[in-house]
């Protein structure tokens, strides 16, 4: 289980107080998801239609580079 979960509703990470998926998290769901990316790419998809709902007032391409611009 993962110290590195979501405060809502401004998605930080709940031990490092980042930006979340914060590294350490994004390493985990890379390990958690490796034979499986679709299934990560879906995950992280869907966290990004619900952070867009919580900050409407973040652009856009930025949210959309924090949740699927890492994914390999």
Known sequence: MT???PVLP???CET???PWPCTPRRDELLDEHAATSISLA???DACLLS???DMSWTPPDALRRRF???LP
């Open 3 to 5: 110290k590195h979960g």
């Open 51 to 53: 952070a867009r709902k």
């Open 42 to 44: 879906l995950y992280m």
């Open 10 to 12: 401004l998605w930080l």
């Open 68 to 70: 699927l611009g890492w």
């Open 16 to 18: 490092c107080n980042r």
